[in-house]
Structure formats: C-alpha cells, structure tokens
C-alpha cells in the first residue's frame, strides 16, 4: 500500500496539463459494448476506475489495449452478459453496462453496487427506467437480471437528475425499437460527451446538452472514436493546490467552460483568475483569502466532487464559511481528518460549518474515499511541516498520479510504499 509524505509550504509555480476525464471515460467504455468492433479512447487517464473498467469489460469479450492513454476497446466477440460482484464492488460505475447489454442481448446479470463510504448510493431509477424500456427485472442472490426480447422507447421522467441513471437509460434506448423521451435527464459534460460519443457511433438523440432527451432507436451501431474531454474536478483540485499555497499556477485543458463555477468561487475568493486558448491561470500571490460559502448541485451548479477540496481550502479561509452538499447528505468523512491538521471544521448535517484557521499543522492522516484524499492532499500542501497520507489508493482510483503534477509545480510530495492496512 502507498503513503504521501507532504511537507508543506512550497508555493506553487508553473504549468500542468490535466488528464482526460474519469468519469467521462468511465461512461465511454461501457458504451463501446452496443457495437462490434474497433473503438480508440483518446486522453483517457491511467487511474485505477479505468483499469477495474478494463477488467470488467474483459470479462464480458471485449479485447482491450491500453497505451499513452488511448484505451482500444474491441467488442466484436462480446461472449458473456454478467458483470459479477469482484468487479462491482471495487466501482459503482460498473452498473452502465447493464443498459448496453441488456438493450443488445436482451439479458444482463449485473451484481448489485453496495454501499459507498459516504452512504448508500441507491439505483432505483436505473431500474425503474429500463422496466419502461419494457425490461423485467428480478433481484436474485447480490444481482440483478435483466431481461427483454427487445426494449421499447417510452417516456421518461427523472425526479432527481442523475448522471449515471441518464448515461444507462440513453445506453439502453439508442438500441430500442421506437423513441424514448427523457425528461430532467442529467446535463453534466460527461453526459454531453456521452451523447455525441453514441452519435458518433450512429445512434439519434436530439437535445444533447439539455434536460430533455429524444432519442430515436436504431438498429444497430458501428465502432467510432473519440477524444475525451479534461477532469474537471482534477483542474479544480490544482487550483485550489495553488490557491492554498499562495501560488501562481496554469494549466492546461479543454472546455474551460466546464468549470465556471469552480472558477467564479475561487475568483470570489480573491484568487486572480486567467482565461486562455485551453489554459486557466491562476494568481494567489496576494491572495486575500476570504471565506466563501460553497452549495453543490447539479451541472452547471458547483459539483459535489469538489466539496471536500473546498472544505479544504475554506479551512485557512479569513472569517467563517458554510459547505453544503446537496447531492450526497453525508460526504464529510474528510472533517475529522482535516482536523487532525489542525482545520476547525464542524460537520452538521450535509454541511461543513467551517472556522478559517492561520495555520495548519502536519499531521498523519487517513484518506478515506477519493475527493476526501484530495482534499488532505490539498491541507498537506498548505500546512506547516510533515503531513503524512495514508491509504492514497482511494486517491488513486481517480487521479493519474497527482503527486507528479504537484511535483512539477514545485510541491514536496513523495509517494513511499508502506506496510500498513
Ligand atoms: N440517486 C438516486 N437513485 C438513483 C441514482 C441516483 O437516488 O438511482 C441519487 C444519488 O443518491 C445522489 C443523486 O441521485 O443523491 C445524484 O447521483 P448520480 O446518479 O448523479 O451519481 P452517479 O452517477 O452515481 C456520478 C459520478 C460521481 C458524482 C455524481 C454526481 C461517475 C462514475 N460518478 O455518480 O463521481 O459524484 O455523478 O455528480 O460518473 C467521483 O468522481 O468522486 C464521484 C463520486
């Protein structure tokens, strides 16, 4: 198992370039299994998720490469519909095959997610839209077992918009026999990417970018390619990295817009903000550091995945602020954490009410999920002496080893191998 030792206090300086999109890449792979044959994944990041994803997927038929972070996926011999529990268990995102496969065989056995670190993270609207597509579901023994001779379109209606629910529901309706309207669908760039992707393949979706879907089934689809799009929430994680650290950073990545809202509180915040042809500067050298209130929500509101980074940032804020997580009620287990460094931070219910400390102080800490790793990575970076990480696999699920970026930005950040558990 890996550790982080951090020792605090460089100010950070210079250029990275951000890696392709997790989540977004996580939702692509998946989509590859509604045709047969070759599709290439451009900037997809070397994390963990992806390689659990390649598992999965391997398992099912498809051949799949990975090199300089372009994923080949070739589906042409899909032979089995299960994706079981060993692959499930380590990644929620494992689910999205359940629309491709079900929409193409007409039968997914696909293991039940568990629970999250932070809670129960249920698929009810999953399953409720694929039986509207005409699917039975059974739950049997941890899975679940879908099947239809041939999935319908039907009208949709979302009473939360969710990312995941909407990625499988296309997944499975560009592939039925008719058209399916999805209402409140979710309108995340990864969703948008998914979108153009499955367009790109031959599918018929109108209203991409929207809450209203129309999607008109096809028979069949062919292989595509496609350039995936930046880690939002890695471009964020670094310039809170600067901004904590009273830096000046740039980095480079596509479609910027993707992360006004993280921009516009950093900016609120007092950091200068820059923005070029696929680069964001950022300027925290006379940072006046004020405390800003933080609410997430869905797209183009600020994202729950970077709660905790804020929380962190907040932490050395001037005056009091409020984090309130709309989205996920308890991802707070980085509070106590980001108190053991020293932060004074009080979790009530889904938010953080957080007192801006002058200083932080090393300290050994646990990571404890993925945003929560960032977030004392972040703390590691701006306290005083050594902070130690312990347990950065959840790190590693989705950042392609930040400590190299951090690195050439001028951090103090080794990654040393330890016997603990
Ligand atoms: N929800 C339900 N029922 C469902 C599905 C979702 O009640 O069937 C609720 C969830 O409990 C949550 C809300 O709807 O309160 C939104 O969840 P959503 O389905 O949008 O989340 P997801 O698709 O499971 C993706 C990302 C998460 C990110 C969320 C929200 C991937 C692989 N994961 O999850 O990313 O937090 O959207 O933006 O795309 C991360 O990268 O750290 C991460 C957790």
Redesign the pocket.
Same mark, same amino acid.
């Given at each position: 198992m890996d550790k982080f030792i951090v020792k605090g206090g460089n100010k950070l300086k210079g250029k990275v370039r951000v890696s392709g999109a997790?989540?977004?890449a =996580?939702?692509l792979m998946p989509a590859t299994l509604l045709n047969s044959g070759i599709n290439r994944l451009e900037n997809t990041p070397e994390v963990r998720?992806i390689i659990t994803m390649m598992r999965l997927l391997s398992e099912l038929g498809v051949e799949s490469k990975f090199d300089d972070h372009i994923v080949s996926l070739d589906t042409s011999n899909i032979t089995s519909q299960v994706a079981p529990y060993e692959h499930v268990k380590k990644?929620?995102?494992s689910v999205?095959v359940l629309g491709p496969l079900l929409t193409r065989y007409g039968y997914a056995k696909v293991s039940m997610p568990g629970g999250?670190a932070w809670g129960?993270?249920?698929?009810? =609207?999953?399953?409720?839209a694929m039986k509207k597509l005409g699917a039975e579901i059974e739950l049997d023994s941890g899975y679940i077992i879908a099947k239809s001779k041939k999935l319908h379109g039907a009208r949709i209606s979302f009473d939360?918009?969710?990312?995941?629910?909407?990625?499988n529901i296309l997944m499975a309706a560009v592939l039925a026999k008719g058209s399916t309207h999805i209402s409140n669908a979710?309108i995340?760039p990864?969703i948008t990417q998914l979108s153009n992707y499955l367009v790109s393949m031959g599918a018929r979706i109108n209203g991409i970018g929207t809450q209203e879907l129309e999607v008109e089934g096809v028979d069949e689809l062919h292989s595509a390619d496609i350039i995936n799009i930046s880690d939002r929430?890695e471009a964020g994680t670094l310039l809170i990295a600067g901004a904590m650290t009273r830096g000046q950073i740039q980095i480079e990545c596509n479609q910027i817009e993707n992360l006004n809202a993280i921009l516009a509180k950093l900016e609120d915040s007092g950091a200068k903000i820059s923005v070029g042809n696929n680069l964001v500067g950022l300027d925290a050298s006379n940072l006046d550091y004020t405390a800003i209130d933080v609410t997430t929500g869905?797209?183009p509101a600020f994202?729950?995945?970077m709660q905790a980074q804020w929380t962190a940032y907040m932490s050395m804020a001037k005056g009091s602020s409020t984090v309130t997580d709309t989205?996920?009620?308890d991802r707070f287990k980085h509070v106590p954490e980001l108190n053991r460094l020293g932060a004074n931070i009080e979790n009530v219910g889904n938010s953080a009410i957080i007192t801006g400390v002058e200083r932080l102080k090393g300290a050994i800490v646990m990571s404890t999920?993925?945003?929560a790793s960032a977030s004392l990575v972040l703390a590691g970076l701006a306290a005083e002496g050594t902070t130690e990480i312990l347990r950065i696999y959840h790190l590693d699920r989705?950042y392609q080893r930040i400590e190299e970026k951090l690195k050439e930005l001028g951090a103090d950040i080794e990654r040393v191998k330890t016997e603990e558990f």
């Open positions: 997790k989540n977004s =996580l939702a998720d990644m929620r995102a999205y999250c129960p993270r249920p698929i009810n =609207l999953h399953l409720e939360i918009s969710s990312v995941g629910a909407t990625g979710a995340e990864e929430i869905i797209f994202p729950t995945d989205i996920y009620n999920d993925l945003r989705g």
